[in-house]
């Protein structure tokens, strides 16, 4: 018997060229899991990758309309498509490094004009597929390739990132939590606006190498639990405690205006002026 | 509204630029400001919505290109314009189009460089960038040098159908001067227009049959939604368009690839691929021009006729891919060759190729300025004596 998500997957392109105990596919079959639980019709799903393991994973491998791109670039591309058919459901999927660092522009862009659109970030902490470098997510302290004798720098925040910039929602979870994960991204799928969802996923062949010293995915899983805190438990922690804790849960959930819809809007009226 | 009349109107270069796209079809612009070509963007801005296009100022020059790529997946005629320093930032984009065989138009209207140089001086300064300033061997680019505000509104036109009909970026390559002269401009009524229209049928279910690569042929190319399960990369695919794997023989894969990208630009049969002349037929003696240069070419060209010189001049319309044959043609019992561009040499080397070894080829560079009548006419003395 076939997996049930397997109809929205290219069976003959397995095995996946990703690394045993990756998390990326724990994100993907959530991402799944919610297109299918919400009866989104696949053929109108356009998924936009920039570059990266989640970026190789998730286009391709995925029997739906999807784009490999460049790096950091997926933003963009996918704004492009949603202005012009704003019926498609567009996912952006999208990594640490690719949204965090070459895209950060064009991320916090989409978020502040809230174009509807899904960007689901696999959260790695590392760069994977250039082989374990420094990422802007990096904890402080972690050796990496590039960061021999530790890391000095602060990691960043994305989904405050993603909120100051004006995201209609914002939740992050791990690969721990597949099944908070995927409710998040059935109600971010379900919104008209920008959502971003951060996934924080496991790279057990780099980060869990450098970080934990485990290359076994059920390490960094059970570090992941023990380091997450819920959004209110984290209001009660000082800056030391939540040093290196994962803050999980829905950050943002409101309702504002879309930008294609307003364009649309906007066309249709005649003075062309609009509040 | 679109137009109905054929008119007569005076514009400027930018607009006119705007004008044509939005003849020719184009249904999304995406920019962002920058001098010498922000009047494009504003144009666009208040015209799109009366032809329910979309227009978009995005956050910087990546994302202009690259939101016209998706817009052109999407099914969107899409254009972007820019000046060098935006059109340096763009060249990433434009080799995705390349790789992606994606449609799109890219105006650049040329600046004194390099880095920000003078905003409002003109150069013709990205010749070569507009040609080769993609990494990767990427060489499909299709560029186009318009003279005069009227060339400018034609060969938008000519861009978009070229786009469309060998799915890759075309580029106008504009520049300062020819972008902000006023000057009259005939706009044809869009029946007398022949354009091309994206051939997008595809039974839905084809999975990657669209992406073929094979020779020169061009695949149709079906919009995101419409059933067919797209596969879109920027990462080497083989004939059947699937994604490349370490597996298969990469170098061969790739060398069919890269051949695909470049035949169909060159084996097309396309009429934008042409040299306009002036007293070619019995000159001794040929300026080489193009763009904004070849208006002081043609008035030194038409005193030194004046005065009993058997000169004449040829401008390159096309200028990438080069127009070798042609110009080999009209050089072949030509004494000496003058090139003049306002660069410190950029086409000058394509002729020299072209003229070949013994062949005598003067340059004469300027930047900042067209040349003078005068500066060109005593050039031509000191060689047609």
């Given at each position: 018997?076939s ?8 069976e003959d392109?397995?095995?996946?060229l990703l ?7 724990t994100?993907?079959q959530?991402l799944?899991?919610a297109?299918?639980?919400?009866k ?6 356009s998924?936009?990758?920039g570059?990266?393991c989640h970026a190789?994973?998730g286009?391709?491998y995925v029997?739906?309309d999807?784009m490999?791109?460049?790096?950091g670039?997926?933003?963009p ?11 498609l459901?567009v996912?952006v999927?999208t990594?640490d ?9 064009h991320?916090?862009?989409a978020a502040r004009?809230n ?7 696999f959260?790695?902490s590392?760069y994977?597929?250039?082989g374990?470098?420094?990422?802007p997510?990096t ?12 890391n000095?720098?602060y990691?960043m925040d ?14 992050r979870?791990?690969?721990a939590?597949?099944r908070?994960?995927t409710m ?14 951060e996934a924080?996923t496991?790279c057990?062949t780099y ?9 076994k ?5 059970r570090w992941f639990?023990?380091n997450?805190?819920s959004i209110?438990?984290?209001?009660k922690?000082n800056?030391?405690?939540l040093a290196?804790k994962?803050?999980?849960g829905e950050f943002v959930d409101?309702t504002?205006l879309e ?10 009226k005649?003075?062309g002026?609009?509040k | 509204m679109?137009?109905?009349l054929?008119k007569?109107?005076?514009?400027q270069?930018?607009e006119?630029?705007?004008?044509a796209a939005i ?5 999304y612009?995406?920019g962002?400001?920058i001098t010498p070509a922000t ?9 799109m919505?009366?032809?329910g296009?979309?227009?978009?100022q995005?956050?910087d020059e990546i994302?202009?290109i690259t939101?016209?790529i998706g817009a052109?997946?999407a099914?969107?005629?899409a254009m972007?314009a820019?000046?060098g320093?935006?059109?340096s930032l763009?060249?990433?984009?434009i080799?995705?189009?390349?790789m992606?065989e994606t449609?799109c138009?890219?105006?650049d209207v ?5 880095c920000?140089g ?6 013709q300064g ?9 990494h ?5 680019n299709?560029?186009l ?7 400018i ?5 000519e861009a ?6 060998l799915?890759?970026?075309v580029?106008?390559?504009s ?7 006023r000057?009259r401009?005939i706009?044809p009524?869009i029946?007398e227009l022949s354009?091309?229209s994206r051939?997008e ?6 999975e ?11 695949s149709?190319?079906p919009?995101?939604?419409?059933g067919?399960?797209?596969n879109?990369v ?9 994604v490349s794997?370490p597996s298969?023989n990469v170098?061969q894969?790739a060398f069919?690839?890269l ?9 097309a049969e396309?009429?934008a691929?042409k ?6 037929e019995?000159?001794?003696?040929m300026l080489i ?10 008035s030194?060209?038409k005193?030194?006729?004046r005065a ?10 096309t200028l ?12 072949k019992d030509?004494d ?7 660069n ?14 013994g ?7 300027k ?10 006419l005593?050039?031509i003395?000191?060689?047609a004596?």
């Amino acid at each position: 018997m076939s997996h049930p998500l397997m109809k929205y997957l290219r069976e003959d392109w397995m095995p996946t060229l990703l690394c045993p105990g990756c998390g990326d596919g724990t994100v993907l079959q959530c991402l799944l899991r919610a297109i299918d639980n919400k009866k989104i019709d696949i053929d109108r799903v356009s998924i936009v990758a920039g570059i990266g393991c989640h970026a190789r994973l998730g286009t391709g491998y995925v029997a739906a309309d999807s784009m490999w791109t460049l790096h950091g670039r997926a933003f963009p591309i996918a704004t492009g498509i949603k202005l012009v058919d704003p019926s498609l459901q567009v996912v952006v999927l999208t990594g640490d490094g690719d949204c965090g660092s070459i895209g950060l522009s064009h991320f916090v862009h989409a978020a502040r004009r809230n174009i509807g659109m899904l960007a689901l970030c696999f959260n790695n902490s590392i760069y994977g597929m250039t082989g374990g470098q420094v990422a802007p997510t990096t904890p402080r302290g972690t050796i990496t390739k590039t960061t021999p004798y530790g890391n000095l720098e602060y990691p960043m925040d994305l989904c405050s990132l993603a909120q100051t910039a004006g995201a209609s929602y914002v939740a992050r979870w791990t690969t721990a939590h597949p099944r908070q994960l995927t409710m998040s991204i059935e109600k971010a799928l379900g919104k008209n606006g920008f959502s971003f969802v951060e996934a924080v996923t496991q790279c057990p062949t780099y980060f869990g190498k450098y970080t934990l010293q485990s290359t076994k995915a059920s390490d960094i899983l059970r570090w992941f639990l023990r380091n997450s805190v819920s959004i209110q438990q984290s209001k009660k922690l000082n800056p030391e405690q939540l040093a290196g804790k994962i803050v999980i849960g829905e950050f943002v959930d409101v309702t504002k205006l879309e930008l294609a819809e307003q364009y649309q809007l906007q066309l249709k009226k005649k003075d062309g002026n609009w509040k | 509204m679109t137009q109905v009349l054929r008119k007569s109107t005076l514009l400027q270069g930018n607009e006119a630029c705007a004008d044509a796209a939005i003849l020719a079809g184009c249904r999304y612009f995406a920019g962002y400001p920058i001098t010498p070509a922000t009047e494009i963007a504003e144009r666009m801005a208040s015209r799109m919505p009366e032809v329910g296009g979309v227009f978009i100022q995005m956050e910087d020059e990546i994302a202009s290109i690259t939101s016209v790529i998706g817009a052109s997946w999407a099914g969107a005629k899409a254009m972007t314009a820019t000046s060098g320093p935006g059109f340096s930032l763009m060249q990433e984009g434009i080799g995705l189009a390349v790789m992606t065989e994606t449609p799109c138009v890219v105006v650049d209207v040329q600046r004194l460089g390099p880095c920000q140089g003078f905003a409002t001086y003109p150069m013709q300064g990205d010749v070569m960038q507009a040609r080769w300033g993609s990494h990767g061997d990427s060489r499909s680019n299709i560029v186009l040098a318009p003279a005069s505000p009227q060339e400018i509104f034609d060969l938008t036109i000519e861009a978009f159908n070229l786009a469309e009909r060998l799915r890759t970026p075309v580029i106008v390559l504009s520049d300062e001067i020819v972008a902000h002269m006023r000057e009259r401009v005939i706009i044809p009524r869009i029946e007398e227009l022949s354009l091309e229209s994206r051939k997008e049928a595809v039974a839905p279910n084809s999975e990657f049959k669209f992406h073929k690569v094979s020779g020169s042929e061009i695949s149709p190319m079906p919009r995101l939604g419409s059933g067919n399960r797209l596969n879109i990369v920027g990462h080497l695919r083989t004939e059947e368009g699937r994604v490349s794997m370490p597996s298969q023989n990469v170098p061969q894969v790739a060398f069919k690839l890269l051949s695909h990208l470049a035949d169909k630009i060159t084996t097309a049969e396309w009429e934008a691929r042409k040299i306009k002349t002036l007293f070619a037929e019995d000159s001794r003696t040929m300026l080489i021009s193009y763009g904004s240069t070849s208006r002081t070419v043609e008035s030194a060209v038409k005193e030194a006729r004046r005065a009993g010189m058997k000169v004449g001049c040829a401008r390159l319309v096309t200028l990438w891919p080069f127009p070798e044959d042609q110009l080999q043609a009209l050089l072949k019992d030509v004494d000496h060759v003058i090139v003049v561009e306002m660069n410190l040499g950029q086409i000058v080397d394509k002729v020299r190729e072209v003229v070949g070894p013994g062949g005598r080829v003067t340059h004469v560079p300027k930047i900042g300025d067209l040349h003078a009548t005068e500066e060109l006419l005593g050039c031509i003395k000191k060689v047609a004596r």
